[in-house]
């Protein structure tokens, strides 16, 4: 019992971190240049073909990683060039309607070029087979490398928005967009700079993961929403936020779903306990979600949207 | 938010309920045209496409009078759709048995989950909105007793006042029409209603309406349970027009779909969304005919649409004909 916690205590951290990556980005999206866009989950699944077609072609995880991160960033200033240059100061809800018109041609277009079936990425050599923890305990390196890689993207991430002049004007655009403006910072390449960073982060997450999940065309949407739900618990904007939020959302998603049953069966029979649990499972970060929100309707780390 | 228009004239006003009318002479006419080609699968897309006109009326309500951009209405289909299933199964078979079930679950989700939304604003209010939906979706996909994430097919449609009357798609589609007006008729009264200028007044600036001494809060959170019990009648129909119920009823990309058609047609009036669902399920239609790979041209058409023609296509109709006193 107390080995299956471990387990999944380290599942749920895996999970957190990538989760992280993933709402990094789309925070300061959302936060700083008021924009919504449903096409980051896509851009996560990009990165995740480009990676599986990148190692297929060299052969190697690192060359594949290297060429599929700048094909990625290609890719997104593409689209921000494109359609999301132009949104910057229309309404949400017609930043809504065109990046879900983005999720619908990405995603096709996406089935007509790599096919329905899902692709499937080796593990490098180097990170495959397992290690001992405790005891008869055993964990796959590649998932612990994820996680090595997390943390680290995340310190940097906070050094990056905390300690240079770039992050200054993320923090600063984030308070005051108009003042930076008139200081002379030329926001518009602030925020191709922001969004082409958001994409960047997002394809690499989908890089490192693509050696666990199957790589198919699902894979962005039940992200994304996720992320959603990691950013409204934040608070729009907040790196920290984004970050407690991601690892808060994957471990009650990962425990909940395996000790949600067990507990329950303490207090009904099993196939009442399972069926229950089953079904509880998936909404539990909704629910989290709403009792946050209930207290606090900008999020833990929001700042005051009204 | 700027998804504000210009305060309606009133001989526009009268424009847009005349075009409303225009469109349900048609959609009369349109089983007696199937007949006269042969073609009874018309009745059948014709009958999807009034049930997301009652769908796309509902979210305009709260869209378009009352700024909520609401991205979780496809839970409502879904709750409709699961009551006929349902209920069904334990033996109650009658539609208006069914109707009523499926409003009273929507106007508890909605009561519940709007309250939560409506506090927020902007950006949260989308998500808030997305991630609710997505947990109604997650709990009928883990219903395994209907299926699951595959769904179930149903039985038999639900019976019309102990009468098997909606076996056939023709009356089936007579009955859908005759709700889309009659709820049609209901909307438009509540917009011309004191709650719905309230409503509209929110919409237009929230501290204004704070310091003539409403509470906004309860006006949205009425017209928000208003719409989602008006959505789940959809779902009812989509249900037994389908035969066959499923989670995928209520994706996000339905939710999504029923914006579409909202902004496609133009926000803020009626008409406008039921004419967006008729083009856009037309759109899906006729693209299909062509291509396997429809949601690619729908995207691009979306964005170019988003892009270069605000106020959808009544706003280009409009622009054509020029502005009018």
């Known amino acids: 019992m107390t080995n299956l916690f471990i387990l999944q205590l380290l599942n749920g951290l895996q999970f957190g971190v990538l989760l992280f990556l993933i709402a990094a980005g789309l925070t300061l999206v959302f936060g700083i240049m008021d924009f919504v866009n449903l096409a980051h989950g896509v851009l996560y ?68 070029i790599w096919g329905s079936a899902p692709l499937s990425v080796p593990v490098p050599e180097l990170l495959s087979g397992s290690i001992a923890l405790v005891g008869p305990l ?3 390196v590649y998932r612990l490398a994820i996680i090595a ?42 925020f191709t700079m922001i969004f082409a960073f958001g994409v960047m982060l997002a394809c690499f997450a989908g890089a490192m993961v693509a050696p666990i999940l199957s790589v198919d065309t699902g894979m962005g949407e039940s992200v994304l929403i996720l992320t959603f739900v990691v950013i409204v618990i934040g608070g729009i904007g907040s790196i920290r936020g984004a970050f407690l939020g991601a690892l808060l959302v994957a471990m009650v998603d990962t425990l909940g779903r395996t000790f949600g049953p067990i507990l329950l069966r303490m207090v009904m029979d099993s196939s009442d306990a399972s069926q229950v649990g089953r079904t509880l499972a998936p909404m539990l970060v909704y629910i989290l979600m709403a009792a946050i929100l209930f207290a606090k309707p900008d999020g833990l780390f929001g700042r005051k949207t009204t | 938010m700027s998804v504000a228009e210009q305060p309606m004239p009133r001989a526009r006003m009268l424009g847009r309920t005349k075009a409303a009318w225009v469109i349900f002479a048609l959609a009369a006419l349109l089983p007696a045209f199937a007949a006269l080609t042969n073609d009874p699968f018309l009745t059948v897309i014709g009958t999807r496409i009034l049930a997301f006109a009652i769908a796309a009326m ?97 039985a038999d449609r639900s019976t019309f006042f102990g009468t098997r009357f909606l076996e056939s798609d023709l009356s089936l589609y007579y009955v859908t029409l005759a709700i889309l007006i009659g709820l049609f008729l209901l909307a438009s009264r509540l917009v011309m209603s004191r709650f719905g ?34 959505t789940s009648i959809a779902g009812v129909i989509l249900a037994n027009q389908a035969e066959f119920i499923s989670p995928a009823f209520m994706s996000w990309h339905i939710s999504g779909e029923l914006i579409v058609m909202v902004v496609l047609g133009g926000i803020g009036n009626l008409t406008g969304a039921i004419g967006g669902a008729v083009i856009a399920l037309l759109l899906e239609e006729i693209i299909g005919i062509f291509t396997h790979h429809w949601k690619l041209y729908f995207g691009i058409i979306l964005i170019l649409v988003v892009l270069y023609s605000p106020g959808g296509v009544s706003g280009l109709v409009e622009r054509i004909r020029g502005p009018r006193k």
Request: hydrophobic content about 55%.
């Open chain 2, 197 to 230: 200028r309230v409503l509209t007044g929110t919409r237009e600036n929230m501290t204004r309406m704070e310091a003539v001494g409403f509470r906004p809060f309860r006006y949205q959170l009425t017209a928000f349970v208003i719409s989602g019990c008006m």
């Open chain 1, 45 to 112: 699944m990009v990165g995740a073909y480009l990676m599986a077609t990148f190692v297929a072609m060299t052969g190697s995880f690192t060359l594949g990683m290297l060429l599929a991160i700048p094909a990625a960033l290609v890719f997104g200033l593409l689209v921000e060039y494109l359609v999301i240059r132009k949104l910057y100061h229309r309404s949400h809800l017609d930043q809504v309607l065109a990046t879900f018109g983005l999720v619908m041609i990405v995603s096709e277009g996406v089935k007509i």
């Open chain 2, 58 to 154: 509902a979210l305009d309500l709260i869209l378009g009078y009352g700024a909520m951009v609401s991205f979780g209405h496809a839970a409502y289909i879904g709750f409709g759709a699961y009551s006929v299933a349902i209920l069904s199964r334990y033996g109650i078979t009658d539609i208006s048995l069914h109707i009523l079930a499926a409003m009273a679950v929507s106007a508890v989700f909605a009561t519940i989950t709007g309250a939560i939304s409506i506090r927020t604003r902007g950006i949260y209010f989308i998500m808030i909105t997305l991630a609710f939906g997505q947990m109604a979706y997650f709990f009928f996909v883990s219903l395994s007793a209907f299926g699951g994430d595959d769904g179930t097919t149903l």
């Open chain 1, 149 to 190: 890689t997390g943390l680290l993207a995340a310190l940097m991430l906070y050094l990056l928005v905390n300690h240079t002049r770039i992050g200054m004007l993320l923090r600063a655009g984030a308070t005051n967009q108009r003042m930076v403006a008139a200081l002379g910072v030329n926001i518009t390449r602030l």
């Open chain 1, 138 to 140: 055993q964990y796959p």
